[in-house]
């Protein structure tokens, strides 16, 4: 079996997108919280909050894109079952170890029955970031039928998920100035509803061999022009943000920033790629981004009561720096138990 293609630039992105997604989570707690420093009426979580809400969309796209090049000849029901595998038995994993987190550390304790269970569990609701595989695997249902969708026409493939997910984004956008046409009954789950993302894992889908190469011409021609360009994009959409008072990463600025943000790494990738140790640790931490994203709101829970954190924006950022080696280091000591208990089997 040939070994799999491997993109550092996507590397470099799926380890971005890692670390912006524990940085979402250290810092929503203090988003509404007085200090003694604001811009524009934001305090610093808020601005960094905001920043980084390119994490979730960007790993849509770089699912999409590592599925784009596999390029696999298996059979549906195969691909299904290797799925399962990869994320389905993990979600399942995880999901009850935060179950039952949350049942312990609930008191009262919640009454919790078959139908409360499993509703949760199609809902990703026993953590704040299980979300995510329930959309992938949304993704990974309709794979067949995108695959198809993007290699007979992939400028309107990408075309018709825009709209869709941007009219999606629009409604939500509405539904905040006071204008609510969305369907009530469906008002609960747009979030996690595959055409509400659906522009990202189409777009990461159609990035061919081809579009690669010229994104690397193009970014190693014009690297540190990009990254102002990314840094001006970030600007634009924080004051955006607090413009349309939206927080969450359901908006039509994404649609920008997202690519932008991705050209970006490209050309990040072109400063950092000559120096060794930056390939190594991008190889390691992308090799472990899934237990990172899995584990990380565990390390949370476990230091977010400290007292030292509570203090302000200064807690938040020692939070940070406390939780992110913590969490690379966790999950590196599970994935190596993982690798000694379910051996590799040629």
Known sequence: MAARETIPEFDLAR???????????????????????????????FVLNQIVRFAVPLFLLLSGASLGFSRSSD??????????KKIGIPYLVWFSLYEIYQLVHTQPMPRVTLSSFFRALLQGQSAPHL??????????????????????????????????????ELLLA???AGLDCIPTLIQPYLWLLFPTWAFYFVLGMTLTREWIERLRTWTAAHPWGILLAAVVAAVGYVLLSKAYNSLDSMNLMLNVYV???????????QLVEPFRWVRRCVTFLSAHA?????????????FQETPWFSRGMSGMLGLYLVVTPVSILFAWLLDTAGKWTFPHRP
């Open 15 to 45: 380890v971005i997108s890692m670390l912006a997604v524990i940085m979402i989570h250290i810092t929503a707690p203090y988003v509404s919280r007085s200090s003694d420093f604001t811009l524009l009426g934001m305090n610093l979580a």
């Open 75 to 84: 059979s549906p029901m195969s691909f299904f079952k290797k799925r399962a």
């Open 131 to 168: 979300y995510f595989i329930i959309i992938l695997a949304q993704c990974y249902l309709l794979y067949p039928v995108l695959r198809k969708a993007v290699g007979r026409a992939p400028g309107w493939s990408v075309a018709v998920s825009l709209v869709c997910t941007g009219g999606i």
């Open 174 to 176: 509405l539904r905040r």
């Open 259 to 269: 690519p932008v943000v991705l050209l970006a790494v490209f050309a990040l990738w």
């Open 290 to 302: 899934m237990t990172i994203y899995f584990s990380h709101v565990f390390v949370i829970y476990h």
